[in-house]
């Protein structure tokens, strides 16, 4: 799609051929008016000046818009839609004064109606099977691609905040793609326990000593303050230790410990894998990422108790939360190791009956997936945070053989661009 510049930019009065249109380079700060395209990952869409890419923040498919460039790049640029010229009937007005253009970066898609966000969301991962997957239109449709709306709405969810602290000690969140700090007065996504501690600066909390103040409710009913400085987190208030309460179980871990943010992630995640994976009574599974143990613990509570659960976590935090939770369960071992290195090293060896994978967000990579087909597994639920990532892992097991088969979106982090994926994969013998 092509757009006009602004007629009062400098150099754009007057008649120009298109040759010393496409000439043109767009600049730093420049306003340009455009016609809104499909979305993109990162909570962009896409529009085209004079032949360039442009990635346009706050904007919504087949828009037109006024947009301000806020960064160059070889060919692309990133910018910001800072005027609606003609909206979407899909706009709607952000709830959170800070979800604007200049202003706080997390979340991405407060100006989309919620039903419009789980469709931006369905494309995305729809793109990114397509063209790095390199699955075919036919086989994503096949799949069943949706994602799923959470219950408890789009705000008041996230268990889990993280404050930056700028130079006067006040408590904020970063503007998108900097580590400039936007001082706020309240974040509406954060869970209303958080929402309510004397921690931002609405509340006149200085925190003049702190990098960052980190924040935690619990589904257990804890909340925990801590400010971190230097890397090293020190307790403020509530405890230092939170229950959280997921898959039938408690669960006990360091505040500052990984959990799911949403409040009703743990139980959805839990389910999901069960029903794909369906374990059957004597069948052996690896929970490979498995942090504090949710997935071995629910695999385990299938599989039975004379049937052998190996858990791989390289994180000390998380191997320790994972024994502490799953000392009454003497047959899930827990191996501290990175994943790649435990396949690779045969500090883990199959044949293995069901493999759970829950990498980062960089995927689980080539090696890994090769690792875990070989391993000859009759099934793999993999839990995917990033859509690139999975796309990539997707294209390496269909080199081995191995087929997407059923996958399964959730909205995990509603006002953001980040979905969660659960996908099943079966060997080609299935």
Not at 7 to 36: C, F, K, M, S, Y
Not at 57 to 63: F, I, N, Q, S, V
Not at 230 to 241: I, R
Not at 271 to 285: H, I, K, M, Y
Request: charged share 25%; aromatic share 4%.
């Amino acid at each position: 799609m092509t757009a006009g510049r602004d007629a009062d930019r400098p150099g754009a009065g007057g008649a120009a051929t298109t040759a010393e249109q496409e000439r043109r380079t767009l600049e730093e700060a420049e306003r340009v008016e455009l016609t809104v395209g499909a979305v993109a990952p990162g909570g962009h869409c896409v529009a085209r000046v004079d032949g360039q890419v442009v990635f346009v923040r706050h904007a919504l498919p087949g828009e037109r818009v006024r947009a301000e460039v806020t960064e160059l790049h070889k060919g692309f640029a990133r910018a910001d839609a800072v005027e609606i010229l003609q909206a979407s009937p899909d706009r709607v007005e952000p709830p959170c004064p800070y979800a604007k253009p200049g202003r706080c970066g997390g979340c991405d898609l407060q100006h989309v109606a919620p039903a419009a966000q789980l469709a931006w969301k369905t494309d995305v991962v729809r793109e990114q099977l397509v063209r790095l997957g390199r699955l075919t239109d036919a086989e994503v449709d096949a799949l069943g691609m949706s994602v799923e709306a959470l219950p408890g709405g789009p705000l008041g969810w996230r268990s889990r905040v993280r404050y930056a602290v700028d130079a006067a000690g006040r408590a904020g969140l970063l503007k998108h793609r900097s580590h400039e700090v936007v001082p706020i007065d309240r974040c509406l996504i954060a869970h209303p326990a958080i929402q309510e501690l004397p921690v931002l600066t609405g509340s006149g909390a200085r925190w003049p000593d702190a990098e960052a103040v980190e924040t935690v409710a619990s589904t257990g009913g804890d909340v925990s303050v801590a400010t971190v400085t230097d890397g090293v987190a020190t307790p403020v208030s509530g405890p230092q230790s939170v229950r959280e309460v997921a898959a039938g179980r408690d669960w006990e871990l360091p505040a500052a410990g990984f959990w799911q943010v949403h409040p009703a992630a743990a139980d959805t995640l839990v389910t999901a894998v069960l029903d794909l994976l369906d374990p059957r009574a004597g069948e052996s599974a690896w929970d490979l990422y498995g942090g504090a143990g949710l997935f071995a613990a629910a695999l385990a509570g299938r599989v039975g108790p004379d049937a052998r659960v190996t858990l791989v976590e390289s994180s000390a935090q998380g191997v320790a939360a994972a024994r502490e939770n799953l000392a009454d369960l003497p047959r899930v071992e827990v191996v501290a190791a990175r994943v790649e290195t435990a396949l690779a090293r045969r500090r883990i060896t199959g044949p293995v009956d069901l493999v759970v994978l829950d990498p980062p967000r960089s995927g689980a990579g080539a090696a890994v997936v090769r690792d875990v087909v070989a391993a000859g597994p009759r099934a793999v639920a993999y839990v995917a945070c990033d859509p690139a990532a999975f796309a990539r892992d997707v294209r390496t097991f269909a080199a081995a053989g191995w087929r997407l088969t059923a996958l399964r979106g959730y909205d995990l982090f509603p006002m953001t661009q980040h979905v969660e994926l659960v996908g099943l994969f079966r060997p080609p013998s299935d």
